[in-house]
Nanobody, 128 residues
Framework: QEQMTESGGGLVRPGDSLRLSCTAS????????LGWFRQVPGKEREFVAG????????YYADSLKGRFTIIRDNAADTLFLQMSSLEPADSARYHC?????????????????????WGQGTVVTVSA
């Protein structure tokens, strides 16, 4: 199971922007759809955004559309999550994940069970 490593979290104020990054080995990245999830203590891991393996299709949790953008750079084996207009409710540990292979190149998984590789996460805290 490949290791994925997130970075970029921190303490920000409401309304600020933040960009998270995720790196992994090429074998973990290029053939697979990727996603971002977030989790707060005591709650289930929540889908945030996903991107298909070619990077030309994305999908977002309804509540986050327009504020978050997922971008994959296959040449650099890096996944990004650009977050804007952050709110205290966005405070969580954010995890990137690599999905199981799917023959459909347009497939964007959204369930935790669809992903096989996970990072340890990076913590985002939004507070005044």
């Amino acid at each position: 199971q490949e290791q994925m490593t997130e970075s970029g979290g921190g303490l920000v104020r409401p309304g600020d922007s933040l960009r998270l990054s995720c790196t992994a080995s090429r074998s973990a990245f290029s053939p697979y759809a990727l996603g971002w999830f977030r989790q707060v203590p005591g709650k289930e891991r929540e889908f945030v955004a996903g991107v298909n393996r070619d990077g030309d299709g994305t999908y977002y949790a309804d509540s986050l559309k327009g504020r978050f953008t997922i971008i994959r750079d296959n040449a650099a084996d890096t996944l990004f999550l650009q977050m804007s207009s952050l709110e205290p409710a966005d405070s969580a540990r954010y995890h990137c994940a690599g999905a199981y292979w799917n023959r459909n190149s347009y497939f964007i998984p959204t369930r935790v069970a669809d992903f096989r590789s996970w990072g340890q996460g990076t913590v985002v805290t939004v507070s005044a």
